[in-house]
């Protein structure tokens, strides 16, 4: 089974600019999360997804927005970039419990 | 609030040696859940277990062990034996009542595991 696809790996933007991340999830997991990790801050929960509803949501400003597909797969924007968003941008899909991460994509913002 | 603690930022062992990484979590919640991941240089997290509050049973996995203490809100992670390939940051985590698609993370834990 095909493990949780993030693309693209890695970004480069301005700030200002607008950026767009993937994730596909494991086949039959209907949940994605989508997690920011920096130095700083460490990990931290941006939101969820489940059956294209968005179920939980992090500390974050609204510039971040996220949707869901009806195949489950699960898009996040990030508008205006500032380079505080610099970052490793993780999604995980779940059953259950469980989360499976995907190998996330590093946005640097210059 | 729900939080979790990992006070050791950085440990360095030499191969051969145990080493344990210490997990603190608060919670209100009376049932959660207890993570431990993996996160090696390449970034992507790598499950290694996970624990409810109802099932405070130690567990053993090859050179892997963990100990869950509700009395003290910890959930403890021994590698016995280390190998240069446990060098990761080790992330412990919570996830509680019906937040289900969210983890709370600790800061992490640098293992360096020098030969």
């Known amino acids: 089974k095909a493990g949780v696809t993030q693309t693209p790996r890695y970004l480069i933007k301005t700030r200002g600019q607008q950026v767009t991340l993937s994730c596909s999830p494991i086949s039959g997991h209907r949940s994605v999360s989508w997690y920011q990790q920096t130095p700083g801050q460490g990990l931290q929960f941006l939101f969820e997804y489940f059956s294209e509803t968005q179920r939980n949501k992090g500390n974050f400003p609204g510039r971040f927005s996220g949707r869901q597909f009806s195949n489950s797969r699960s898009e996040m924007n990030v508008s205006t970039l500032e380079l505080g968003d610099s970052a490793l941008y993780l999604c995980?899909?779940?059953?259950?419990?469980?989360?499976?991460f995907g190998a996330g994509t590093r946005l640097s913002v210059l | 609030a729900q939080k979790v603690t990992q006070a050791q930022t950085e440990i360095s062992v030499v191969e051969k040696e145990d080493v344990t990484l210490d997990c603190v979590y608060e919670t209100r919640d009376t049932t959660y859940y207890l993570f431990w991941y993996k996160q090696p240089p390449s970034g992507e997290l790598v499950f290694l277990i996970r624990?409810?509050?109802?099932?405070?049973q130690n567990e053993i996995s090859g050179r892997y062990s963990w100990n869950f203490q509700k009395s003290t809100s910890s959930f403890n992670f021994t590698i016995t034996a280390s190998q240069v390939v446990d060098s990761a940051v080790y992330f412990c985590a919570l996830n509680y009542g019906g937040s289900q698609g969210n983890l709370i993370f600790g800061k992490g834990t640098k293992l360096s595991v020098k030969p």
């Open positions: 995980a899909s779940s059953l259950g419990r469980r989360q499976y």
């Open positions: 624990r409810n509050s109802f099932d405070e």
